[in-house]
């Protein structure tokens, strides 16, 4: 994710609530073992609250500071316009990839899904 930080202003009404939400998210985010990925939708679930889209707001605004890497899509596709630093990280962690018709590099989900559990050694959501 890029390193957007939110705009300055008065904090809105839900602000204490973001701040809870935004660490529950990054918390799954840092217990996401190398190698493994989950995606926005089930981190979401996995905190039983919001939606792939309030994940994704969540770690492009704070996500920086984690392994952003290991939340993905749900098409496996790396980040847009952050390819090269996913690919690298994943291969670097011997996270499965696999290549599509088109040639590009995607995560292997069915290998690489994490469900939250133990070490992420076994396991899949």
């Known amino acids: 994710m890029d390193d957007a930080t939110p705009s300055a202003g008065p904090p809105g009404p839900d602000a204490g609530l973001l701040d809870e939400y935004a660490d529950r998210v990054l918390s799954v985010a840092e217990r996401i073992p190398p190698g493994r990925v989950m995606t926005y939708g089930d ?10 889209r309030q994940v994704g707001r969540v ?8 392994p952003w890497w290991r939340v993905v899509r749900a098409d496996g596709r790396p980040l847009p316009g952050h390819e090269r630093e996913a690919l690298e990280h994943y291969r670097v962690e011997g996270t499965p990839l696999r290549a599509t018709t088109a040639g590009d590099q995607r995560i292997d989900l069915r290998r690489a899904r994490w469900d939250g559990s133990g070490d992420g050694v076994e396991g899949h959501i």
Do not use: C, H, K, T
């Open 43 to 52: 981190v979401a679930e996995f905190i039983d609250r919001g939606g792939p």
């Open 59 to 66: 770690m492009a605004l704070y996500g920086s500071a984690v």
